[in-house]
Every structure is written in structure tokens, then in C-alpha cells.
């Protein structure tokens, strides 16, 4: 007798084709001097190894907003394969409604489509956590914190492509 187990990952997709090369993108995503010019204020810090630490660092205005410190977002480096492939677990630590759900996985893939051109695309596996899912998708107004992946990713392709970011 065989058995078949079934396992299902609830999961949010989101891709855009950005005017440039794939370490631009890298740059762009994983150093802190390009990565605060866009999305939402702060910036990200990786230790870019397996098991490395991930680190979303907000505002002084965040923490007065009610995000209960300086890391609004934090994970763990998966995998590192640059400038293609970044794996590695996330979660938002603004509210405790937020930080009572698990850990989720957030994998980057950036590919050349032709030369100067890639598409860089983010998966965002969320299964238990949809309190997180609709922060993500952008459901929420722009000025409540919300825009999500969306917002986040135009941001990113405006900056690389002009050199100017929404909030510039």
C-alpha cells in the first residue's frame, strides 16, 4: 500500500522587470545604503550566510507609532546565492497580534530576461499567518502602513531605473 501525502503552502507571488542587472538588484536589496532609499522608512541589514541574522530597522516615528522597538522586521538568512537567489524567514514585530504568528519564508529570485533587463520575483509563503498576508498584498491604506510587496517592489523598480525613489 502507498500512501500520498498532500502538502499545501499558501503563498503570495510577486514579480516585476526592472531596467537593470541582476547585482544591481542584489545591491539594491541587500545593502542598507540602497535598501533605506526605498519602501518604507528604515532600512534592512543581512548577514548574508545560512543561519545569518535579518533585520528590518524602523524609525524613531515607527516606535512612536506603536512598533515596540527599532526592529520592525526580523528572520533569518535560508540560503545565498548572489546576484541570483536570496531565501530567508521573516515576520513584522509591529503589534504582538503580528508577532504571534510564525515565522514565514520570503525567497528573491532575480534573473536577466535580456541584457539590462531582469525580473526579480518575490515569494512570500504565509500559511498561518494571515494577519501578515494582508499586510503584504497591500491591503491596507498607504498612509496606514500599507502597499506591501507592491509598494515596496515599484519603489524598488523606480529607484534603479531614474534614480529616484517615491518618497525623493
Request: glycine share 10%.
Amino acid at each position: 500500500m502507498t500512501t500520498t501525502m498532500e502538502t499545501t503552502v499558501k503563498t503570495q507571488v510577486f514579480s516585476v522587470f526592472i531596467k537593470a542587472n541582476p547585482q544591481a538588484i542584489w545591491d539594491a536589496i541587500t545593502e542598507p545604503e540602497w535598501n533605506r532609499r526605498y519602501g518604507y522608512p528604515g532600512h534592512s541589514e543581512y548577514d548574508l550566510r545560512p543561519g545569518g541574522k535579518y533585520r528590518g530597522i524602523g524609525t524613531q516615528e515607527m516606535v512612536d507609532f506603536g512598533a515596540p522597538s527599532l526592529e520592525v522586521v526580523s528572520g533569518e538568512v535560508l540560503e545565498v546565492d548572489p546576484p541570483r537567489r536570496l531565501v530567508q524567514t521573516w515576520r513584522m514585530n509591529f503589534v504582538e497580534e503580528l508577532r504571534a504568528e510564525p515565522f514565514q519564508k520570503v525567497t528573491w529570485e532575480i534573473e536577466e530576461a535580456q541584457p539590462g533587463l531582469s525580473k526579480l520575483v518575490v515569494t512570500h509563503e504565509v500559511e498561518g499567518a494571515p494577519l501578515h498576508e494582508a499586510a503584504i498584498v497591500g491591503l491596507a491604506p498607504i498612509d496606514q502602513g500599507g502597499g506591501g510587496w507592491p509598494l515596496i517592489l515599484s519603489d524598488l523598480k523606480s529607484l534603479l531605473e531614474t534614480g529616484t525613489a517615491f518618497a525623493d
